[in-house]
Every structure is written in C-alpha cells, then in structure tokens.
C-alpha cells in the first residue's frame, strides 16, 4: 500500500531467509520487513529505512572511539557502551537460536545502534543482513565467503552455519 511518510530500503540479494528475518522483526530487533520478491533470480528484499535512528553501526563506533582515544567525548556518537551493545546482541541472539535460527554473519558491521536522539522506546540495537541466515542445520556459508574476516573455526564455504558461530562473532 502506498505510503508517501515510510522511507524504505532495498536491496537484491541471491539467497535471503524471511523467515528469520520476520522472527526477529517480531522480536524487536530487526527492522520491518515489507516484502521479499524473486526479480529474474535475485531476492529483491524491501524493509523500512532505519536510518534516521539507527546511523551508527558497531563498527563505526569502534573505529572512532579508538580514532578519538577512549578519554574523549565525541559529541556525534550514540552515548552507549560497547559492552552494553554485545550484551544485548547476544541476548538476542538467544531468541534467535531459540527459536531455531542462525544468522551466518553477526559481524559489527551487521549491528546498527540507536542514535541518541532516538526515540526512547525504539530497541537498543537491531541486527541486519539476514542474506545467509536460516534454520539451525540446514543453513549454509556461502561458497564466496570472505576469507580476509576474521570467523570462528568451522565457518567455511558450504559449511553449516552453527549458532556458536553467531556468538564467537558478537
């Protein structure tokens, strides 16, 4: 349905699992999944924009707290602790594997924190990209995994994807 105030995001991806994704949409720590649609073989995967709250990812708070030295304040970063983000990415992670679900590639880059100026009721942290996610057993890497990323042992191309992997990688 038409929706001129909804901001959406798209993107075209060979394999995506909706059904996790959903899972953790529901759950509240993913954003809103609009549509999954099969475009001549490519998931074309449309979700709400998240972007006015969720500018920030893990990564990049990383990066520029080591850049500013950990005693500076950088005014323009969420005010959050790092430890605090990896607590809640793993106590999402639980539900997820709860419910019978790995994600594949839990990567800081793959966790987007909430601004500051957020919405106080709006989740801490949401975690994207389910492109490789699915069910514990009979999810896969794919078999052009980046070998230059760091992963826990066993997370190869076309192996199993294993819910301890998820947790090495929070």
């Given amino acids: 349905k038409d929706d001129n105030e909804t901001r959406l995001c798209v993107k075209f ?10 899972f953790a949409q529901a759950a509240g720590f993913a954003p809103a999944l609009r549509a999954v649609n ?10 709400d924009d998240v972007t006015q709250h969720y500018s920030w990812t893990l990564y990049d708070i990383r990066r520029r707290k080591q850049k500013a030295g950990d005693t500076k304040k ?3 970063l969420p005010r959050v602790d790092v ?21 594949g590639d839990v990567r800081d ?3 987007l924190v909430r601004n500051h100026d957020a919405p106080a009721d709006s989740p801490e942290v949401l975690i ?3 492109d490789w996610a699915g069910r514990k057993g009979e999810a896969k890497y794919p078999r052009s995994i980046n070998t230059q990323i760091a992963r826990p042992v066993g997370a190869l191309a076309a192996e199993e994807i ?9």
């Fill in 13 to 22: 991806s060979r394999r995506y699992s909706q059904d996790a994704h959903q």
């Fill in 38 to 47: 099969d475009v001549y073989g490519w998931l074309m995967i449309v979700m």
């Fill in 128 to 130: 994207v990209d389910w």
């Fill in 74 to 76: 950088d005014p323009a």
């Fill in 162 to 170: 294993k819910a301890e992997h998820d947790v090495w990688m929070a």
């Fill in 109 to 111: 880059v793959n966790v």
């Fill in 83 to 103: 430890q605090n983000v990896q607590k809640r990415v793993k106590e999402h992670l639980d539900q997820l594997h709860g419910e019978g679900f790995v994600h």
